[in-house]
T-cell receptor
Framework: GENVEQHPSTLSVQEGDSAVIKCTYS??????FPWYKQELGKGPQLIID?????GEKKDQRIAVTLNKTAKHFSLHITETQPEDSAVYFC?????????????FGKGTTLSVSS | EPEVTQTPSHQVTQMGQEVILRCVPI?????FYWYRQILGQKVEFLVS????????KSEIFDDQFSVERPDGSNFTLKIRSTKLEDSAMYFC????????????FGQGTRLTVV
């Protein structure tokens, strides 16, 4: 089955700096890669996703890149702000099957200091 | 904005008791999921449900667990004979069919087995 590895486990940056979180996956059949942000005491919230027919996707300060050959994908946050502090999870799923599970990475705790 | 709602937010139960965790998915969604997150660890897939039956389940989802959609709106997770190691945050999620494959998560139910 699918296995998702995520690095780093913790990341501390100064406000305004960029943050990069990297994930690798094992199942070449996976073709949907979402990123979730989890704030303390809340459920995971989707912030951006990418499908395997796309190499990069941007949404304001957030971007995700995907390298299908190498089976890795990354989250890039630019101009970080204190409210970006949270746990970020990458995940992988095969979307051509009904209800297939999201397999999550172990998470990255991002701390943005002002 | 539509959201997944879960009740209760926190459930404390004695070891060996049965618990039922409740979820109301987003109304036009067809796929329903349960995930769990042990404190400080990654989110783990338990089960997916579509068309009134389980479509996929993980190794964690053994005979102790069952899911049900008792009516048109609720989706429940029953845990029989709870164990200490069942203590975790349980998240319900739902997703739409077709091109919209995002999974929306609820706020979670914190289950504490004592």
């Amino acid at each position: 089955g699918e296995n998702v590895e995520q690095h780093p486990s913790t990341l501390s940056v100064q406000e305004g700096d960029s943050a990069v979180i990297k994930c690798t996956y094992s199942d070449s059949a996976s073709n949907y890669f979402p990123w979730y942000k989890q704030e303390l005491g809340k459920g995971p919230q989707l912030i951006i996703d990418i499908r395997s027919n796309v190499g990069e996707k941007k949404d304001q300060r957030i971007a995700v890149t995907l390298n299908k050959t190498a089976k890795h994908f990354s989250l890039h946050i630019t101009e970080t702000q204190p409210e970006d502090s949270a746990v970020y999870f990458c995940a992988a799923r095969t979307i051509n099957q009904a209800g297939t599970a999201l397999i999550f990475g172990k998470g990255t705790t991002l701390s943005v200091s002002s | 904005e539509p959201e997944v709602t879960q009740t209760p937010s926190h459930q404390v139960t004695q070891m060996g008791q049965e618990v039922i965790l409740r979820c109301v998915p987003i109304s036009n969604h067809l796929y329903f999921y349960w995930y769990r997150q042990i404190l400080g660890q990654k989110v783990e897939f338990l089960v997916s449900f579509y068309n009134n039956e389980i479509s996929e389940k993980s190794e964690i989802f053994d005979d102790q667990f069952s899911v049900e959609r008792p009516d048109g709106s609720n989706f429940t997770l029953k845990i029989r004979s709870t164990k200490l190691e069942d203590s975790a945050m349980y998240f319900c999620a739902s997703s739409d069919r077709g091109t919209n494959t995002e999974a929306f998560f609820g706020q979670g139910t914190r289950l504490t087995v004592v």
